[in-house]
């Protein structure tokens, strides 16, 4: 089964940009969609949105306009770009699977993320 490896988090100022990188470790081709999520200090983990393969986007509201997700299968990556960030963007975000589609669950297995922070 098809895992993802984040990357690229960073320490950004408020209004900074960032790109956050999943690396595919086996065939890309046959997830159906990948999600974002992401869980700051204290609280539970939240869905940010979501792509499809055929690259379909599904945004929460908190982010849209300022996130877009996208995948490059020539390179077995799945992107992440933040613009316009925000302190309440901070946190780790996560990058799973989900083996059934849009709307369902991830995998049970989780990376271990890859951590945004946005202060000045």
């Known amino acids: 089964q098809v895992q993802l490896v984040e990357s690229g988090g960073g320490l950004v100022q408020p209004g900074g940009s960032l790109r956050l990188s999943c690396a595919a470790s086996?065939?890309?081709?046959?997830?159906?969609?990948v999600g974002w999520y992401r869980q700051a200090p204290g609280k539970q983990r939240e869905y940010v949105g979501s792509?499809?393969?055929?690259?379909?986007?599904d945004y929460v509201d908190s982010v849209k306009g300022r996130f877009t997700f996208s995948i490059d299968y020539g390179k077995r990556m799945v992107y992440l770009d933040m613009t316009s960030l925000k302190p309440e963007d901070t946190a780790v975000y996560h990058c799973?699977?989900?083996?059934?589609?849009?709307?369902?669950?991830?995998?049970?297995?989780w990376g271990q993320g890859t951590q945004v922070t946005v202060s000045s």
């Open positions: 792509i499809t393969s055929g690259g379909s986007p």
């Open positions: 799973n699977v989900l083996p059934r589609g849009l709307g369902y669950p991830p995998l049970d297995s």
């Open positions: 086996g065939s890309i081709y046959s997830i159906k969609a």
